[in-house]
């Protein structure tokens, strides 16, 4: 089991920029892939951006060239780097995390989910 744990959150402005953190416990993210997913009142969970500990990468394609996913493996964290933030990507930011390299959008394949960390834009 691995515990998550995310951070980084806040309000801002539409155009502005948050870097979340996700760090991981309880066990190496080593040979795992992560994802953030979202969820806005009233809307789906749904996924953001993927990367496995080898560095592979996958983004949802409303935020790609906006977001950057990196892991860092010899802190046991992954990041979201976020940039030219617009209204609609308001919502809680989760991670999660499956054994095995290999990125998926399914949520029910994520064994650990974090408690989240809000993220506000204002327009």
């Known amino acids: 089991q691995v515990r998550l744990v995310e951070s980084g959150g806040g309000s801002v402005q539409a155009g502005g920029a948050l870097r979340l953190s996700c760090v991981a416990s309880?066990?190496?993210?080593?040979?795992?892939?992560l994802t953030w997913f979202r969820q806005a009142p009233g809307k789906k969970r749904e996924e953001v951006a993927a990367v496995d500990s080898d560095g592979r990468t996958g983004y949802a394609d409303s935020v790609k060239g906006r977001f950057t996913v990196s892991a860092d493996t010899s802190r046991n964290t992954v990041y979201l780097e976020m940039n030219s933030l617009k209204f609609d990507d308001s919502a809680m930011y989760y991670c999660?995390?499956?054994?095995?390299?290999?990125?998926?959008?399914?949520?029910?394949?994520?064994?650990?989910w974090g408690q989240g960390t809000q993220v506000t834009v204002s327009s």
């Open positions: 999660a995390v499956r054994s095995g390299l290999r990125l998926t959008r399914q949520q029910w394949e994520y064994d650990d």
């Open positions: 309880g066990n190496t993210i080593d040979k795992r892939s």
